[in-house]
């Protein structure tokens, strides 16, 4: 494998790039802020695509989260990179992305102790084909509707990622959230 196939962008605190390191490296006891992505995958009927992240990953393993997460490689626009992992991990192809919280910024340590430490733009998009998830990346997947996906974050935020848990919120916060459907 190519190493500068698996680089993350490093960023410092204005979340301008100051360098990259290794993706199996960064993500530690102290992990430095980089840049990834999180993506919401809707269906033409407007369900939210959420899916349980394989149990073999390192952070938060077994989780359910949203559609699918990941790191554009340095130099990689980050719509690229959205685009290249949605056929990575979920095996399809997407239309009408749009990046719903440009500048989205958080911070959670696993129960292991594994820090995730990104600025990590939000994105929607519909989902353009048939699903075939890559089984190192996502252990199940449902289709749910908005109503049903908040349902489940008041019923058991335990059993989601913090990230989504955060993203929500703000997409709430900005008046979003009930806009993602198409």
Known sequence: MDRSADLVVLLDDEHVPRGVAMRTEVHGHDTPLHLAFSCYLFDPAGRLLITRRAVSKRTWP???????CGHPRPGEPVAEAVHRYADHELGTSLRGLRCLLPSFRYR???PTGVVENEVCPVYTAVCDGDLSPNPAEVEEHRWLSIKETRAAIDAAPWALSPWMIQQVSSLEDAGAWWAMAP
Do not use: I, Q
């Open 62 to 68: 077994g989780v359910w989260t949203n559609s699918f």
């Open 108 to 110: 959670a340590v696993d």
